[in-house]
């Protein structure tokens, strides 16, 4: 019997095969053995599919989190969890990252997000400025990195390549410090710069904290 969680399944698969060109109700229809029409018993149309899809990426982030009590240490591990939901899903994250679902997963993220700033004793000005940089930041990075990872693998390995034949070649004379800083460009430029600006917003956040208090 088909339902709305294997029909995201198989759309995952689609997207993960053929890219969003390839997601259709006619492909689907073919990966599931049933009518095309029959998906719009569960969707009312592809879009609405969209951000189930998107739904299910959430869902798998905060499967089996729990807050512990440590505000920095929650957000940092459920930031974490949100970009590596949507990085190792990258045709669904192009697809998804840029929308509002406002469905169960969704809902459960952002209620557990307030909650963790409330509760650490922000006031509710300051809990909705960091939610909304933290959420965008972690889905803004997530779509960049899977764009990079939805490359073919021919291009990606050209694109970091270019640290090495292009940066690291440039002469000191006439590109003084991005010569002095190819040796950790090409370490650093690629991988993802998320964890770093996510410990950076934290600790802006946190020295917010601090200033209540003083």
Do not use: K
């Not at 719009?40 to 189930?52: I, K, N, P, S, V």
């Not at 169960?104 to 909650?115: F, I």
């Amino acid at each position: 019997m088909l339902s709305e969680r294997l029909i995201v399944e198989a759309a995952l698969r689609l997207l993960r095969e053929h890219g969003s060109a390839g997601l259709s109700a006619r492909r689907l229809g073919i990966a599931l053995d049933c009518d095309p029409s029959t998906l719009y018993r569960y969707f009312r149309g592809m879009d609405e599919l969209t951000l189930a899809i998107g739904d299910a990426l959430v869902g798998e982030a905060l499967r089996g989190w729990r807050p512990t009590g440590e505000w920095r240490a929650d957000l940092h591990t459920v930031g974490l969890r949100i970009h590596a939901a949507y990085v190792a899903h990258p045709q669904a994250a192009q697809l998804t990252a840029s929308r509002v679902t406002g469905r169960a997963n969704e809902l459960a993220a952002d209620e557990a997000v307030l909650d963790v700033l409330r509760t650490a004793g922000f006031p509710l000005p300051d809990t909705v400025r960091i939610y909304h940089a933290f959420i965008d930041q972690t889905l803004a990075f997530a779509a960049l990195d899977a764009a990079s990872l939805a490359l073919p693998r021919a291009a990606q390995r050209a694109d970091d390549a270019v640290w090495r034949s292009t940066y690291a070649r440039l002469p000191a004379e006439t590109h003084p410090r991005i010569a002095e800083a190819a040796p950790l460009l090409s370490t650093r430029m690629v991988t993802s710069a998320y964890p770093t600006a996510l410990a950076m917003l934290l600790d802006s956040a946190q020295a917010t904290l601090a200033g209540l208090s003083s």
